[in-house]
């Protein structure tokens, strides 16, 4: 059977989001959900038409029901959840960001190989249509000197942190903030696009809690820089740019470009936007099933080494601005 059964960890709209699309995927399957709660795994069951639930990760470990298990939980858990889970056998692919630093996604890679399993960062980004449309047009623009990618969102929960109530999505606990949370989609497209940077200088503004509500970082390569922005506690409008000597590259929006379109030196403009038929998420499930299917153990798009290059910048980001958590202990 060809069939991959999945389970999934976490509760949140992202979760359901995911488990719509990867439905789209022939050999998805929904094994189950698991939540800390009875009830929370109950009422999640019923709305996604999960056979099954879990209240008990090591139940879930050592489950022959599941091979795979997508994981959404708050980032600060990721790690520990997909090392145990890998260590009984099951393939992982695990929301962005893959853990909260480098010691952290090291250990889980670690595991991956230890256990021949399958782990993936679930960056939807760069496994859209239309972002593979940028890599085979990269090649027109000349001499590249410039990416610029902005991803600023205020955020809901911004509204009820300025009224004294600290949600997970601005606590320090759960190695969240706006670099983590969303500065992550300007930065990996970057790693997979151009590799790592010889430096980068990060700024940030750090809010009360501990967390950054908003930051600015520019990496400096050899022969071209990046600049990236992002917030939660602003909204941006601006597309993402690739500056080339012979022409610029214009994407609508960097965490899930639907427009990308080339404007040449001599004022020529051309539309490279291709189709993309099914929602967003569809793609990393495809990939990921594919991957366990073809006996393959990481992807070449969202590889082990972009995931650890795109944490160990993030973390040098936060050191450089104050931004400390838990987890770095």
């Excluded at 500065?183 to 503004?205: D, E, H, T, W």
Aim: a negative charge; glycine letters at 6%; proline letters at 4%.
């Amino acid at each position: 059977d060809s069939m991959i059964r999945f389970a999934t960890i976490g509760t949140n709209w992202i979760t359901e989001a995911f488990i719509e699309a990867a439905r789209e995927v022939e050999d998805f399957a929904l094994a189950a959900v698991y939540s800390r709660t009875e009830e929370k795994a109950r009422e999640f069951a019923q709305k996604t038409g999960a056979a099954r639930t879990f209240t008990d990760l090591e139940e879930l470990a050592k489950s022959n029901e599941i091979d795979a298990v997508y994981i959404a939980s708050p980032n600060s858990l990721h790690a520990e959840q997909a090392v145990f889970l890998m260590n009984h056998g099951k393939h992982v692919l695990c929301e962005k960001p893959l853990a909260s630093n480098e010691k952290e996604v090291k250990a889980m890679i670690g595991a991956a190989r230890r256990n021949g399993v399958v782990l993936m960062e679930a960056m939807k980004t760069t496994l859209l249509p239309n972002f593979q449309a940028i890599r085979q047009h990269l090649h027109k623009l000349g001499k590249i000197r410039r990416y610029f990618a902005s991803y600023c969102q205020y955020s809901s929960r911004y509204d009820a942190y300025k009224q004294g109530t600290v949600l997970n999505a601005f606590n320090p606990a759960f190695s969240n903030g706006a670099l983590m949370d969303i500065g992550v989609y300007c930065i990996y497209p970057m790693v997979v696009l151009f590799g790592k940077p010889n430096r980068l200088q990060a700024s940030s503004l750090k809010l009360e809690s501990g967390v950054d509500g908003e930051g600015t970082i520019i990496f400096t390569y050899e022969d071209m820089d990046a600049v990236v922005m992002y917030s939660k506690i602003t909204n941006s409008y601006l597309p993402a740019e690739i500056q080339g000597e012979d022409g610029s590259m214009l994407i609508d929006a960097i965490h899930t470009p639907t427009k990308v379109e080339i404007r040449y030196r001599d004022g020529r403009v051309e539309d490279i936007t291709v189709p993309q038929e099914k929602p967003p998420m569809y793609y990393e499930a495809k990939e990921f099933i594919e991957l366990i299917q073809n006996g393959k153990r990481e992807s070449e798009v969202n590889s082990h080494e972009h995931s650890l290059l795109t944490i160990a910048l993030m973390e040098e980001a936060r050191k450089q601005t104050g931004i400390v958590f838990p987890a770095d202990q």
